[in-house]
């Protein structure tokens, strides 16, 4: 039985998604039926749940979404769990952190992959990403632990830089967080325009609901939020309400295998912007994540 009425992925939904992340991803069915669609390419998208509200699988939306773009390298950073959410999308993972250290390298090294990207693109407004320069998509399923409870300003401060500066670059955040959105800077646009989709899912606090779908929160019942993965989506065109499927861990690890086979590598000016840190990357993954059980 399936008493949420749950949608596992699987052939159905993956015939829907997109090779590109210039199309849009798939993250949900509306109760009409339809899809629900949105575009991840020069934006960021925030995502707010209480525990057992479906946010990690949120996070495997995205990433399943993604993993057959081969216009799109991914990286992840999960400290507050040691990799633990990352664990089954090892083999699409082109950065992986577990560590706060390690996450600071990340996004150290992301500031200075824009700062060469905007650098180079003349009186072109926005980098169009391709095999041979692709597009990075920095997904924190807990992002929390980097946002608000570090105690590192430094890393903080590359954080906004990215959030600020990024979408030109190509460079876009799935910003995932349980501890809501209170304490995040808003001084790096986390309930402003810079996170262009906000996803609220289960919830019982009215004061998250304005802080993520922000007057619109007046327009909708929190209560509404029933099962783990429905969710209220507020992007250019007004608010929605949709529930996403059911990505498994162990769909997750058949898809990131199935894209490993077609990921891009790094354009090499982004990668030497990246410095020593980006090219020596793999050498401090822990050995348990180096391979998920399947069952």
């Known amino acids: 039985m399936n008493p949420t009425g749950a949608i596992l992925f699987g052939g159905d939904i993956e015939q829907h998604l997109p090779h590109s992340i210039t199309q849009p991803l798939l993250t949900g069915t509306r109760n009409d039926g339809t899809r629900d669609e949105q575009p991840l390419l020069h934006q960021h998208w925030f995502m707010d749940a209480e525990s057992g509200g479906g946010l990690t699988n949120m996070v495997y939306v995205a990433l399943a979404n993604l993993h057959r773009c081969a216009d799109t390298m991914i990286w992840g950073a999960d400290p507050l769990h040691h990799g633990w959410h990352l664990q089954p999308w090892m083999p699409r993972l082109d950065w992986a952190a577990t560590t706060i250290d390690e996450a600071a390298r990340q996004v150290a090294a992301l500031t200075n992959i824009i700062e060469h ?12 990403p391709s095999c041979d320069r692709p597009a990075i998509v920095y997904v924190l399923p807990e992002a929390a632990a980097l946002a608000v409870h570090s105690d590192r300003a430094e890393l903080a401060a590359h954080l906004g830089s990215v959030v600020h500066r990024g979408q030109e670059a190509a460079v876009s955040l799935v910003f995932a967080t349980r501890y809501g959105t209170v304490a995040i800077p808003r001084t790096w646009g986390a309930t402003g325009e810079k996170f262009t989709a906000r996803y609220l899912l289960r919830t019982r606090s009215q004061l998250t609901a304005t802080m993520v779908l922000g007057a619109d929160a007046e327009k909708v019942d929190i209560h509404d939020l029933e099962h783990p993965g429905q969710y209220f989506k507020r992007a250019p065109g007004g608010v929605v309400f949709a ?3 059911l990505v498994t861990r162990s769909a997750s690890a058949r898809l990131a295998k199935a894209g490993a086979r077609t990921a891009p590598v790094l354009d090499a000016g982004s990668a030497a912007a990246g410095g020593p840190a980006y090219a020596t990357r793999h050498e401090r993954i822990p050995a348990n994540l180096q391979k998920e059980d399947a069952g």
Do not use: I, Q
């Not at 905007?118 to 980098?127: I, Q, S």
């Open 243 to 245: 529930k996403a499927p």
């Open 117 to 128: 990207r905007l650098n180079t693109l003349a009186r072109r407004d926005k980098l169009t």
